[in-house]
């Protein structure tokens, strides 16, 4: 693969932004770990070797039955009877957290929340189930969130403050009066109302929150293409020729994309934070799913087991710095004028 | 007689992306009591950083040195404090500069502006303001008082920067770059002033310019400074008549090229008719007022032949740009054009298209002109792509490294970024991105203005090259009587949208009939 100069000039501005780059390398370590998730923190073995056979039970369901048990449900690989059937006919290997999100730990010798052991690293919470399982969980689905929410009002709002910013006139008046209205729409209520009569998924509380996260980068967008539309090499490339949409993609869009850059990573942080918020008022995701905000409020809860609410603190500004980290750097890596 | 103030071994380097500029290099000279010296150079020569730090006003760091000392009433004025210099800055010497668009507070009116730099006592003396306002040449000062700066025009704002200046009677006057801003006529109006009140106050000039033609008539000496250096030193007549220094030599010798060759067809191939172009003076959305427009043409008519070039020429605001951007469509207008005989007025964006490549235009600011996000490759070729769209990306790679040669570059900066060039090398580049379409008329809306002398010609003796070599037709826009005078076979002077003389260039040198060519022509320095 070759890069362009353009490219490689890039590359070694972000390089030459150290903090931001090692966020990056620590960023894209932890991310590819929570990928993984289902591989690292789980209930089921990676790898069963089961008569002769190899069988992953992450991607199967593979009832008790078959492996000579009583039930017809899904073998509960943590109980020793089921190890003992597989044991006997082939063997099994366990990821390295032998606990889900979801999985509870029957076996506490105290009372959940339990304090860090060996078993539980960093304890379990108030319905006993492991907190370095949940954690992990929670960042990726908290990061897909936020990269989701992020692109898409990316899209959404460069698109908007673009046409409004280089057509200006009635388009861009008609425009700042919607968006007016629309920004004094309450979000946070809005979102309340709304999971008070459907069970808010991942995609809809998504789509809810793209309906007025767009705005923040809108404003910025509109700015840069009123300033850029009347600049001469925009005249020149006119006087070319050069088609609206050409003009606006190619030399309008580049120079405001510093602008758009540098709001970038607080959208991205910024809808992190706002999804861990409603998960600690209760009305973000569904009861279960592993979050960060619900792991907070459970700190908030139980403050006498300061391993929740650390562990739920910890990562959630060490994915923040992160983030906004290596926002700075990218941002760095579009200036043109920045010098090495 | 004993000196006014003295630089000794003026010294300044700074570091900038961890590279040492050294902005100065051990400069010295003197400036006597009511004398006019002058520091002539290129941009970027260290002229202003010397004026900078005669004041003091650039702030030191730690990536900042200065050496050297500068001397005023027996103290160096480099080692002051803050509270002793106060005393001297704007009171002993002050101080006008380039920009009077923003050197004025735009939220002060004049009044308030002028008393700032008063004693306390006078803050409120309203009869001095006028007085001073009277001085600068200011007319109906006791109206100005309550205006503020947005009302005033250029020259007006810089008499009002000159006022202030010389508020309390300074013993020494800088003016970085007074008139560059300036339109020609009002730039001889201020230079006049400025002698006048030198010779009124008895009061020292160091006047800072990169034109040399400005200074011959009133400066005593000159300093000439190229890259930090003070490359020599005279009285103005030496300068201007045995120059030492071979870099002095070109400067005084970078008048342009005239144009010597002339095209024998005459075929018209933009012909004029009736052209006018309205500005929106206010738009309000809900109530459409009518005749609530400024008409910045007016009904202008005019045929160029080809091969020739027009001068268009006239001050700032008299619509020179307004007749370029109409022709090609930038901005609305009424009346007709016809190129090459079509009309092309009535076209639509769609229509009009096919004739952007034969049309092309140049605009004043090199750096402004060039998107900073592309590299020259794709500001050269992106004309090709919109109109030869069946051309391989070699043929357009092959093309462009023509071009760049033609307008005298090297093909391997065609990868690099427009922040990497100097104006002049910018300007070549805007060049070649219309030359590539193989335009047949080219609209030049000021193009020298913004760089420095030696490369201005350089600029017109490459223009000139390609129009015989191509056989281009130019419009020439400029303020620049002197740029004009090289290049253009017919002249048109125009004056608040309207055509005040339009004549072929000798009898419009040797023969002015109108008033206000003749004023333009008195104020040029040739």
């Known amino acids: 693969m070759t890069f362009s100069p353009l490219t490689i000039r890039r590359l070694k501005n972000f390089r030459s932004n150290k903090r931001g780059y090692y966020s990056t390398l620590i960023f894209c370590v932890l991310f590819f770990i929570s990928i993984f998730a289902e591989f690292i923190a789980n209930d089921k073995p990676i790898f069963v070797f089961f008569e002769q056979k190899i069988h992953f039970p992450v991607f199967e369901k593979i009832s008790e039955t078959f492996y000579g048990g009583e039930f017809e449900t899904e073998a509960d690989y943590k109980d020793p009877y089921v190890r003992d059937l597989i044991n006997k006919k082939g063997f099994f290997i366990m990821p390295p957290i032998e606990y889900s999100y979801d999985t509870i730990n029957y076996d506490l010798r105290v009372p959940s929340p339990s304090p860090p052991t060996l078993e539980n690293l960093l304890g379990t919470d108030d319905q006993g189930r492991d907190v370095l399982a949940r954690l992990i969980y929670g960042f990726r689905i908290s990061v897909f969130f936020g990269l989701t929410l992020t692109i898409l009002s990316s899209i959404i709002g460069i698109l908007a403050g673009g046409v409004q910013g280089f057509y200006g006139g ?13 920004s004094g729409l309450p979000v946070l209520y809005l979102l309340i109302i ?92 569904p009861p279960g799913s592993p979050s960060l905000g619900e792991m ?12 929740l609410g650390l562990s739920a603190f910890i990562t959630l500004s060490l994915q923040l710095s ?17 010098v090495i | 007689m004993k000196s006014l103030l003295e630089v000794n071994n003026l010294n300044l380097t700074f570091e900038f992306n961890s590279q040492v500029v050294n902005a100065v290099k051990k400069s010295s000279f003197k400036i006597k009591k009511g004398e006019c010296l002058a520091i002539v150079g290129e941009s970027g020569s260290g002229k202003s950083v010397t004026a900078l730090t005669i004041m003091r006003l650039i702030r030191s760091n730690s990536n900042l040195k ?28 002050s101080m006008i500069f380039q920009e009077p668009m923003t050197s004025l507070n735009p939220l002060h009116n004049i009044q308030k502006q002028i008393t700032e730099c008063f004693e306390i006592s006078e803050k409120s003396n309203k009869s001095k303001c006028i007085n001073l306002l009277k001085e600068v040449g200011i007319e109906n000062p006791e109206q100005r008082l309550s205006h503020y700066p947005h009302q005033l025009s250029g020259g007006q704002r810089q008499r009002v920067m000159i006022a202030m200046a010389i508020a309390n009677n300074p013993d020494l006057l800088i003016a970085d770059e007074p008139t560059t801003a300036l339109d020609v006529t009002i730039q001889k109006q201020i230079l006049d002033l400025l002698d006048k009140l030198r010779k009124r106050y008895n009061m020292s000039l160091l006047l800072i310019t990169h034109d040399l033609g400005i200074v011959k008539d009133i400066s005593d000496r000159v300093c000439v400074m190229k890259q930090g250096e003070i490359v020599e030193q005279n009285n103005t007549n030496k300068v201007f008549n045995q120059p030492n220094h071979s870099y002095t030599k070109k400067l005084i010798n970078s008048k342009p090229r005239e144009k010597k060759f002339q095209n024998k067809k005459s075929e018209v191939i933009l012909s004029v008719k009736n052209l006018s172009v309205f500005y929106k003076n206010k738009n309000s959305f809900l109530f ?5 427009y400024f008409q910045a043409v007016k009904n202008l008519s005019f045929q160029i032949i080809k091969g020739e070039t027009l001068g268009i020429v006239g001050e700032s605001g008299s619509g020179k740009s307004s007749i370029a951007q109409a022709l090609i469509k930038l901005v609305s207008s009424e009346g007709s054009v016809f190129f090459k005989n079509k009309n092309i007025s009535d076209l639509n964006e769609e229509k009009f298209r096919p004739f952007r490549k034969n049309i092309q235009i140049i605009f004043q600011d090199p750096f402004a002109s060039l998107s900073p996000r592309l ?18 990306k070699k043929e357009i790679i092959d093309l462009t490294k023509q071009i760049i040669i033609d307008v005298g570059l090297d093909y391997s900066m065609l990868s690099r970024y427009p922040h990497e060039f100097s104006g002049g090398q910018r300007q070549r580049i ?7 379409l193989n335009p047949e008329l080219i609209i030049l809306d000021e193009p020298t203005s913004a760089l420095d002398m030696t490369v201005q010609s350089q600029i017109v003796d490459l223009l000139l090259n390609l129009q015989e070599k191509k056989n281009l037709t130019y419009i020439f826009i400029s303020h620049d009587l002197k740029i004009i005078k090289a290049l253009s076979d017919k002249i048109m002077v125009m004056k608040s949208g309207n055509i005040v003389e339009f004549e072929e260039k000798k009898k419009i040198f040797s023969r002015p009939k109108d008033q206000y060519t003749k004023r333009l022509l008195n104020s040029a320095y040739f």
Do not use: C
Request: charged share 25%; proline share 3%.
């Open chain 1, 194 to 285: 709304i999971s008070s009569f459907i069970e808010p998924s991942f995609w809809i509380l998504l789509f809810i929150m793209l309906l007025f996260s767009w705005m923040s980068l809108e404003g910025v967008v509109r700015a840069e293409f009123l300033r850029a539309r009347n600049f001469e090499y925009v005249k020149a490339a006119k006087a070319l020729g050069v088609k609206n949409m050409k003009l606006m993609f190619k030399h309008v869009l580049p120079n405001a994309m510093v602008a758009t850059l540098t709001l970038m990573p607080f959208i991205l942080s910024g809808s992190i934070a706002t999804l861990t918020s409603l998960d600690f008022l209760g009305f973000g995701l």
């Open chain 1, 296 to 307: 907070v409020s459970q700190g908030k809860a139980n403050l006498q087991a300061p391993w």
């Open chain 1, 322 to 338: 992160l983030l906004v980290f290596i926002g700075e750097a990218v941002r760095d890596a579009f200036d043109p004028r920045k």
């Open chain 2, 430 to 436: 805007a060049i070649a991105r219309a030359l590539i």
């Open chain 1, 170 to 182: 009635r388009i861009d008046l008609f425009g700042q009066r919607f968006i007016e209205i629309w």
């Open chain 2, 288 to 292: 459409k007022k009518k005749d609530d």
């Open chain 2, 375 to 392: 590299t020259i490759q794709d500001i050269i070729s992106e004309g090709l792509e919109v109109h030869y769209k069946e051309k391989s």
């Open chain 2, 66 to 93: 200065i050496s050297g000392n500068v001397i005023y009433e027996n103290e160096d004025l480099l080692k002051l404090d803050e509270s002793k210099l106060i005393k001297i800055r704007g009171k002993k010497i």
